[in-house]
């Protein structure tokens, strides 16, 4: 009888692995910037074409490598890095596992020119690859250190070819995992190209303030804190940024553990929790965040791609983190507690009258269940929290989410502005400049004459820099940097690049999350009674673009119970 097991040849086995470690080109970018910085390269050049699809360079003055050392380095699992089981639990470098040169070169036709920093080895060694295969080795003219060219990435497995997205976003994960580099080896110069164009610069010997102001300019280092801490021999230290420097996703949580950025969800809650005060909800800040550990104390050798950790001591590390980080924020303040006003005094009618009342509403909480009109107006009793507005009918409390319900009138008002195809815009004075990382900036410039026709008109300004000439007419108040900031945030985290037409709503929800009535605003008298007659003639305004209530009714027999007055 045939066996129906049996043993893989080795190409297959070598691509089964490499589907561990190569996911898309900006794993192998990770992979050879590791072995660049493990080698004590004082510069790493890295040179991308479409993407990545069709090549990746990288170029360092590393120690390099004798011919027999990189032929050597070509076979699963042979590594300079560690020796023995103990190694494994005291790891010092970024690479150790010994997968990521054989894993690149059997997915893509890889030429590896390599010279060691020795006095004897006066000429370099070149190796052409395809497919994992060796097709040739031989000498060559090369500087001290490395220069490896990937080109036709996944030539040999179709099937995860076509996964692959569109080469600004491809080339947006290049981006930020080379940020992600820089950052964590300020002493290191890198540099990122893009199709022939320069996309990230940073000099060799800087210090952490001066790296993030090499990448992210200085809007961003002038907004952060410096903070550092230290308990039972963990270390901390990085910069924060104050709670008015916020985003509306969390693609700005930067951590590194013992030199690696890691994504890790003990320190991702850590820094929410020291900053659950500070924040509107679904903000997120800016965290620059390097934590120091005993090699004993944190496993790195999770996951092939050694993007996650576990540590020994998670408890430990979730207190230090969110203690080290409130003391240092204790004094930035955040959403004040008030109540607003004096119900017999405060809050006349604006236009004259004594008693304050609001307009008759068309919605269902405010009316029976077929959505009439109560007869009694609502009566305005003050604000709360400087966030919610309390209003009272004869037989209940109404409390109305100001921000929430300034963002439904804000989206229906966009929305038919937009159906009607012409989204009323209003030009800006002074064009406002500003800076985005380069792989958002990538893709703010793909979407340029998109955003045109919503009312956005932005101009490029400089490698990362941007100039806003003109709004949408709706949003002439709003903090125009951040809308735009949040709006190229949202589309970074699309899987392809899309005209906006096709995410229109999720547009549109953004554009009128950023109208001028927020959480933690003081309202007029006269404003809250403008917000409401808005709201009157808003459809759907029980609930915001997003789903979340705007208005939450307490009947005053519930009051009642709560006193004891009634049973």
């Known amino acids: 009888m045939t066996s129906r097991i049996h043993i893989l040849d080795d190409s297959l086995i070598s691509k089964i692995a490499a589907g561990e470690v190569i996911e898309r080109p900006s794993s192998i970018v990770k992979e050879l910037v590791e072995n660049a910085v493990d080698a004590q390269a004082t510069h790493i050049h890295v040179d991308i074409q479409q993407g990545g699809r069709r090549s ?17 380095a070509l076979k699963r699992h042979a590594t300079s890095k560690i020796s023995t ?24 036709m890889m030429t590896l ?13 070149r190796v052409d690859i395809e497919g994992g295969r060796v097709l040739k080795v031989g000498d060559c003219a090369s500087a001290e250190g490395t220069k490896i060219v990937v080109e036709n990435v996944f030539f040999n497995t179709p099937a995860r070819l076509k996964f692959l997205k569109s080469p600004e976003t491809e080339f947006s994960h290049i981006d930020t995992v080379v940020e992600q580099m820089a950052l964590a080896h300020p002493e290191i110069g890198f540099q990122l190209t893009h199709n022939g164009k320069k996309t990230l610069s ?84 800016e965290v620059f965040l390097f934590l120091e550990l005993p090699t004993d104390q ?17 408890t430990h590390v979730h207190r230090f983190v969110v203690e080290t980080l409130k003391r240092h924020l204790q004094n930035q303040g955040g959403i004040s507690v008030r109540m607003v006003g004096d119900p017999s005094a405060a809050w006349g009618d604006p236009r004259g009258g004594t008693p304050s009342v609001a307009p008759s509403f ?3 909480l405010l009316g029976d269940e077929r959505g009439r009109t109560p007869m009694t107006p609502l009566k305005i009793v003050g604000q709360i929290h400087e966030t919610y507005l309390l209003c009272e009918l004869p037989d209940k409390l109404i409390f109305v989410d100001q921000h929430a319900a300034h963002e439904r009138i804000g989206f229906e008002a966009l929305k038919r502005q937009y159906e009607a195809k012409k989204i009323l815009s209003q030009r800006l004075l002074v064009p406002e400049i500003f800076e985005l990382k380069p792989s958002l900036a990538e ?15 932005i101009d490029s300004y400089g490698d990362h820099a941007f100039a ?100």
């Open 202 to 285: 940073c000099p060799l010997r800087q210090d952490l303030r001066q790296r993030i102001h090499s990448l992210y300019g200085a809007l961003i280092v002038d907004q952060c804190l410096s903070v550092t801490g230290e308990n039972q021999g963990f270390k901390m230290s990085g910069l924060v940024g104050r709670p008015s420097l916020h985003h509306g996703s969390a693609r700005n949580l930067f951590f590194f553990v013992n030199g690696r950025a890691v994504k890790d969800r003990t320190l991702h809650h850590a820094v929410l929790t020291a900053y659950e005060t500070l924040l509107m909800r679904g903000r997120y800040p």
């Open 85 to 108: 089981l103990e190694d494994l639990y005291n790891i010092q470098t970024l690479g150790f596992r010994g997968e990521a040169l054989p894993s690149i070169a059997s997915v893509s």
């Open 362 to 364: 068309q919605q269902p």
């Open 468 to 567: 806003i000439k003109a709004v949408p007419l709706l949003l002439e108040d709003t903090r125009h940097v951040e809308l735009v900031q949040d709006l190229v945030e949202s589309m970074a985290s699309y899987e392809l690049l899309q005209p906006l037409e096709k995410r229109w709503n999720e547009v549109l929800e953004t554009m009128a999350c950023h109208r001028q009535v927020r959480a933690g605003d003081l309202l007029s008298p006269q404003e809250i009674w403008a917000l409401l007659e808005e709201m009157k003639k808003t459809p759907r305004a029980m609930t915001c673009p997003h789903g979340r209530p705007v208005i939450v009714e307490v009947m005053f027999e519930e009051v009642e119970r709560w006193f004891k007055r009634k049973k």
């Open 113 to 125: 020119m390599t010279r060691a920093r020795e006095p004897s080895q006066v000429t370099g060694t």
């Open 298 to 314: 944190v496993d790195v050798n999770v996951h092939p791609a050694k993007l996650e950790v576990r540590f020994a001591q998670s």
């Open 56 to 72: 990746i360079t990288l170029l360092d003055d590393g120690f390099g490598m004798t011919q027999d050392e990189v032929l050597l």
């Open 443 to 457: 893709i703010l410039r793909y979407y340029l004459e998109d955003l045109r026709r919503w009312g956005l008109d």
